[in-house]
């Protein structure tokens, strides 16, 4: 089952995985339940250094990489029901649409872009808080399932594998440094990052292949 969320429900933990660098993805399955609800995962941080995905208020998709600065990509997505959101990093190549590509369904979606894409993600120690269900002061409504993160630019390829239902654990194992199903047990099956669940509630998941 997947998990959903109101208002002061989250997931939560301590991990230095997202910090300092040129490479990253993360993503996950979100079920909105309305326009204008709010759904976040990632490092909410501060408003300088941030590294996370969020459908907000607004309709808008935020893939959001702060180092020291404001800097993120959004696509106007007015879209409920569950979709599989992803976005990928790689702070080597120059140009903000290919250091940050965002992905729908496993599918790339052309960004709009405030401030320049940093080279490297945050290395402040706020960047170590990591969450499911707020960013900054904002609880999310919804069901989350199937998130994942890399220490690696992940391909078109391995994003639409994603974006089809297969399970992170099956995509760059190798640089695979958290995930969580959030199927009945909360757990990190990656690097075991200790999670607090603040009474999120058992949710129907879509259909993912193990």
């Known amino acids: 089952?997947?998990?959903?969320?109101?208002?002061?429900?989250?997931?939560?933990?301590?991990?230095?995985?997202?910090?300092?660098?040129?490479?990253?993805?993360?993503?996950?399955?979100?079920?909105?339940?309305?326009?204008?609800?709010?759904?976040?995962?990632?490092?909410?941080?501060?408003?300088n250094n941030i590294l996370a995905v969020y459908?907000?208020?607004d309709n808008r998709i935020y893939f959001d990489i702060r180092n020291s600065f404001t800097s993120f990509g959004y696509s106007t997505q007015n879209i409920t029901g569950w979709n599989h959101i992803a976005m990928v990093f790689d702070g080597s190549l120059?140009?903000?649409?290919?250091?940050?590509?965002?992905?729908?369904?496993g599918t790339q979606i052309s960004l709009t872009f405030s401030g320049t894409i940093p080279s490297n993600t945050s290395n402040n120690s706020i960047l170590e808080s990591?969450?499911?269900?707020?960013?900054?002061?904002?609880?999310?409504?919804?069901?989350?399932?199937?998130?994942?993160?890399?220490?690696?630019?992940?391909?078109?390829?391995?994003?639409?594998?994603?974006?089809?239902?297969?399970?992170?654990?099956?995509?760059?194992?190798?640089?695979?440094?958290?995930y969580t199903p959030l199927v009945r047990d909360i757990q990190d099956l990656a690097r075991g990052m200790t999670l607090t669940d603040t009474n999120s509630t058992?949710?129907?998941?879509?259909?993912?292949?193990?």
């Open 55 to 57: 459908h907000f208020s």
């Open 1 to 47: 089952m997947a998990r959903a969320f109101t208002t002061n429900q989250e997931i939560y933990g301590t991990t230095t995985i997202g910090k300092n660098l040129t490479n990253f993805s993360m993503a996950g399955w979100i079920r909105r339940p309305s326009a204008s609800t709010i759904q976040s995962f990632g490092f909410p941080g501060s408003s």
């Open 202 to 210: 058992v949710a129907n998941h879509p259909r993912v292949y193990a």
């Open 130 to 178: 990591f969450r499911i269900g707020k960013v900054s002061t904002y609880w999310s409504t919804g069901d989350f399932a199937e998130i994942g993160m890399w220490q690696a630019s992940l391909s078109d390829d391995e994003i639409a594998s994603l974006g089809k239902g297969m399970t992170c654990d099956k995509i760059r194992p190798q640089s695979l440094v958290y």
């Open 94 to 105: 120059s140009g903000n649409a290919n250091r940050c590509k965002g992905y729908l369904n």
